[in-house]
């Protein structure tokens, strides 16, 4: 498994995502730059040029016609995605921390951070409204007083999203009314990343308290959990297999005090169904930020504290070990 390097950042990744189809993968990092590549070979397409501060979270629409970016600089930002041009910009108190579109790609919601004296809300904007984004007026906007929004997406349908926040805990909020559906914590410490599966009936969460976990979408409901000895910073469902990939490792500003292997970079594999790891891959020089499957699920992404976006494509020795197993 030779992986393709991709070399486009001077900072730390902070989230990688591919687009519904998986020929388009988007990439941020602690940079102002957002960029998209070809996930077939690594070639980069262009940049979305225009963010001042560190880019925390993007996504793609479903017919990839859009991009949604929100980022350090107190802004969230609508792009073409073909031409690169900025076609909205939301100006927000504090640093925009997740971001996404529904599924019809319609409605975007945004989170932002508690910090600077503000509090940590939720936005929602109809992008069929022009005036919403022109007058920076939400059609919702929902406060989170107790603790901050670290991680947040959409729901099947767009009838809600799901929330992940600092003290571990998981919200369901109604995209029609903004009132919380389900509460759930299961996690103890912040959860730093939330992906659902290829059909959203279920999602996996990374936390800091060193484990990942799988829920339904609908209740809440705690389905698995899986284990490691480090913080986990992001993980991702497979959308063909019962498998898992985590990423993560010990905090940034620990890492020049342990050699490569202590500080266990590598991406490592779980079973969906016995909770049990059966792989590893190494590569990175630092945590792991994020990962991502391919939508077909014959290859997968990286993207660590040393700035790289790693494509690793699987051997064909992957796919016959799947089917005996």
Not at 10 to 29: C, H, P, W
Not at 169 to 194: C, M, P, R, W
Not at 242 to 249: A, E, I, K, N
């Amino acid at each position: 498994m030779k992986p393709i390097l991709l070399q486009g950042h001077e900072r730390s990744i902070t989230q990688i995502k591919y687009n519904r189809e998986g020929d388009l993968l988007f990439t941020v990092a602690k940079d102002p730059i957002v960029n998209v590549w070809y996930s077939v070979n690594g070639e980069r397409l262009g940049t979305y040029n225009g963010h001042t501060g560190a880019v925390w979270c993007v996504d793609a629409d479903w017919d990839t016609r859009h991009v949604l970016t929100g980022s350090a600089d107190n802004s969230c930002r609508l792009w073409d995605c073909e031409t690169g041009k900025q076609l909205a910009l939301v100006q927000t108190n504090s640093a925009v921390r997740t971001c996404g579109f529904d599924f019809g790609g319609n409605i975007i919601m945004f989170s932002t951070d508690k910090q600077m004296g503000y509090q940590c809300f939720v936005s929602f904007f109809d992008l069929r409204d022009s005036s919403q984004i022109e007058n920076n007026e939400p059609y919702m906007k929902i406060p989170c007083s107790e603790t901050k929004i670290t991680s947040a997406v959409w729901g099947p349908l767009g009838e809600f999203i799901i929330v992940g926040h600092e003290n571990g805990e998981l919200n369901q909020f109604s995209a029609k009314s903004g009132e919380i559906l389900v509460n759930v914590k299961e996690h103890t410490k912040q959860i730093n990343d939330i992906q659902t599966s290829r059909d959203m009936t279920m999602f996996i969460t990374a936390s800091k308290d060193n484990t990942a976990k799988l829920f339904d979408s609908t209740t809440l409901d705690h389905l698995k959990t899986f284990r490691t000895e480090r913080p986990v910073n992001s993980a991702a469902l497979s959308p063909i297999f019962d498998h898992v990939v985590l990423g993560g490792g010990q905090e940034a500003m620990d890492v020049t005090t342990t050699s490569t292997r202590i500080g266990k970079f590598e991406a490592r594999f779980f079973h969906l169904g016995v909770e049990e790891e059966f792989g590893r891959v190494k590569g990175h020089f630092g945590p792991i930020n994020s990962v991502a499957f391919h939508p077909d699920g014959k290859s997968y992404s990286s993207g660590g504290e040393d700035g790289y976006v790693r494509i690793h494509y699987f051997d064909p020795q992957y796919f016959e070990f799947e089917f005996e197993a």
